[in-house]
């Protein structure tokens, strides 16, 4: 089955202790990216990966790292994280960006206390 | 700017009542529209999508959309809705970038709630 998977899919911690979210694809897509997603903003990228060892900066990176060694993982990495990082988020991939499809995983609720 | 503008953050309607979600977008350029969906507790899924060709497009669960490019708008439509279109509804554009790449934008989505 095609699916994008994260985990955790919960996560309470507290400020200054680093955590890492895991993304992991099935479907060999080379585009991947992670989202943000808070009451009344939508959805806003953090950063994206055209492909491995290529990402860039999507609209709030601030205090957030990512890496792309393999095509089929994208982990999200918080150094120091903080109470405004408190969010619900998400990991999308697909076969490329502007006409194909974004597959999402079910999401991680990150509360940082 | 780049910008995607849904206009209501909620629309409640009663149950067999059409739905209209409004979407609008600023462009010069030539764009692609996609709607996506999200149920309570779930991720993101495609609904349907734009490229090229027929303006009014048709997706799952009986959704369409018709693009017009005049008002640069994309709005979703279903004549009869259920109570298990109950969801979060999102309308995402992609635009040109200035490196000749482009970039998906979300707007900030319209929750549907639909009563008995």
């Known amino acids: 089955e095609a699916q994008v998977t994260q985990n955790p899919r919960y996560l309470i911690t507290v400020t200054g202790k680093k955590l890492t979210v895991t993304c992991s694809q099935n479907m060999n897509h080379e585009y991947m990216s992670w989202y943000r997603q808070d009451p009344g903003l939508g959805l806003r990228q953090i950063y994206y990966?055209?492909?491995?060892?290529?990402?860039d900066k999507g609209d709030v990176p601030e205090g957030y790292k990512v890496s792309r060694k393999e095509k089929r993982n994208f982990p999200l990495i918080l150094e120091s994280p903080s109470p405004n990082q408190t969010s619900l988020y998400f990991c999308?991939?697909?076969?490329?960006?502007?006409?194909?499809?974004?597959?999402f995983g079910p999401g991680t609720r990150l509360t940082v206390t | 700017a780049q910008s995607v503008t849904q206009l209501d953050s909620q629309v409640p309607v009663f149950e067999e009542a059409p739905v209209e979600l409004r979407c609008n977008y600023s462009s010069s350029v030539s764009v692609y529209l996609f709607w996506y969906v999200q149920y309570p507790n779930q991720g993101l899924q495609l609904l349907l999508k734009y490229l090229s060709g027929s303006t009014l497009v048709k997706g799952i669960n009986g959704f369409e959309a018709e693009f017009n490019k005049s008002q640069t708008s994309f709005h979703l439509r279903k004549p009869s809705v259920h109570i298990s279109d109950t969801a979060e509804y999102f309308c995402?554009?992609?635009?040109?970038?200035?490196?000749?790449?482009?970039?998906?934008?979300f707007g900030k989505g319209t929750k549907l709630t639909v009563n008995p």
């Open positions: 990966s055209m492909n491995v060892e290529v990402t």
């Open positions: 999308a991939s697909s076969s490329g960006l502007s006409t194909s499809e974004q597959y």
């Open positions: 995402a554009v992609s635009f040109p970038d200035q490196g000749g790449s482009e970039k998906l934008v």
